[in-house]
């Protein structure tokens, strides 16, 4: 199919697009932090460490609009909203608990790297 005609939802993201946005840290920390079930804005905040308002909201929306969450609004006063995950998140959370599980094992290793590799180089030249 020509690029002028085709259709936005036959074309697959581009694999770099996908990976930006369920691999950044703040997406990950979501993702994670949704994975034990229903979770309130708010306690997405309290959550991930760091994360302000302005980007928590546009994360969601873009982890809403990739698929990777469902936002429910209850009919409440104030409104209650929930995420949860859909399947394909819950796959893409297994192997996110892989990759953090790997980081906590050799974080003090990459620590002690990155020391090493300091200490040999030459000091920077104001």
């Not at 020509?2 to 993201?13: F, Y």
């Not at 929930?82 to 599980?101: K, V």
């Amino acid at each position: 199919m020509a690029a002028d005609t085709a259709s936005p939802v036959t074309e697959a993201c581009p694999i770099v697009e996908v990976l930006d946005h369920v691999a950044g840290k703040w997406a990950i920390g979501i993702l994670v932090t949704a994975a034990h079930g229903p979770v309130r804005f708010t306690e997405l905040e309290r959550e991930v460490e760091g994360i302000s308002r302005r980007m928590l909201t546009l994360t969601l929306r873009k982890l809403e609009r990739d698929g990777l969450l469902v936002r429910t609004v209850y009919p409440t006063v104030p409104p209650r909203v929930e995420y949860t995950l859909t399947d394909m998140a819950r796959e893409l959370h297994q192997t996110l608990l892989s990759l953090t599980s790997w980081a906590e094992k050799y974080r003090v290793e990459i620590a002690a790297a990155r020391h090493a590799y300091d200490a040999q180089q030459p000091a920077a030249i104001a």
